[in-house]
């Protein structure tokens, strides 16, 4: 019995790897029904949004878990982008790339449009064009429930973890504080739990996710020092065809509530 416990946990432990390695390499994949290869692009043929994303981001973006099975990008963003698509009578395809490279991509011609609880900052806004904002964040101090730290300048002194390309590695660099930059918030909070690392600079939400996650780490606030924050979506410089369109279904999607309704579903579920 013990031996067949054995090989059953390790069976799932391959398992659990082999669809591992399947969401890593789900970097491109289609949100909606129906792949549009380009072959099938035709006029009849319905148009596509190429949307790009860092699916590292609950619960705005991530790659689902539901029922063990790995692969789907889910989250706020997501659904937005199927309905900013669906609005238009487009389809919205999903790019899952790494967050430095999205401006860069959509610069190139890559992408259409960049969803990705993206921060409208002056410098990001010479390169692209931002929507209308969709929803107000800040960032927040994650640490261990016994830290001393309480406000932003107790970091003075400590170990401080950011993530690479994020708003929150700006804020700490304009602070004057050394820092540590990780791929991924879930690097850096592993950094945290590790006690390595005393205090992780993230976006709030994100990192109220986190705490759910993980045992004995809180968020701390100082609004003092950490200015608000809005997510927009990024479309090429002059692409007004298009952020007019995304526009117009953004301002749906406050007006009728979708946002609300989707910040407050994703922030309880399951990711
Ligand atoms: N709001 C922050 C920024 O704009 C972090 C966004 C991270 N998004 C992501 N999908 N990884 O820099």
């Known amino acids: 019995m013990k031996k067949f416990t054995k090989t059953l946990a390790m069976v799932t432990a391959v398992v659990i790897a082999a669809m591992a390695l399947t ?58 982008a199927k309905q900013i698509a669906e609005d238009n009578g487009m389809k919205a395809e999903i790019n899952n790339m790494e967050f430095d490279s999205l401006l860069v991509a959509l610069q190139n011609g890559q992408l259409d449009a960049v969803i990705a609880g993206m921060t409208v900052t002056d410098e990001r806004k010479e390169a692209v064009d931002f929507s209308e904002p969709y929803y107000t964040a800040t960032q927040v101090m994650i640490v261990k429930n016994d830290s ?83 997510y927009a979506v990024a479309v090429a410089k002059g692409n007004t065809e298009l952020l007019n369109k995304i526009n117009k279904s953004i301002e749906k999607m406050i007006a009728d509530g979708t946002v609300n309704e989707l910040a407050a579903k994703y922030a309880v579920a399951e990711d």
């Open 23 to 80: 969401a890593c390499g789900a970097q491109k994949k289609d949100e909606t029904a129906g792949k549009s290869t380009d072959a099938a692009q035709t006029s009849t043929e319905t148009k596509t949004i190429k949307f790009g994303t860092n699916a590292e981001f609950p619960p705005f973006e991530f790659v689902s878990n539901k029922g063990g099975v790995i692969g789907e990008f889910d989250g706020i963003d997501m659904a937005m």
């Open 148 to 230: 001393p730290i309480t406000k932003a300048s107790d970091m003075a002194d400590k170990k401080i973890a950011v993530i690479q390309g994020y708003t929150g590695e700006t804020v700490v660099k304009d602070m004057g504080y050394k820092y540590e930059a990780f791929k991924k918030g879930t690097d850096a909070i592993m950094e945290l739990m590790n006690g390595k690392t005393d205090v992780v600079v993230i976006d709030k939400a994100t990192a109220e996710k986190y705490i759910k996650d993980n045992d004995g780490i809180k968020a701390v606030e100082d609004s003092e020092a950490f200015e608000d924050e809005k």
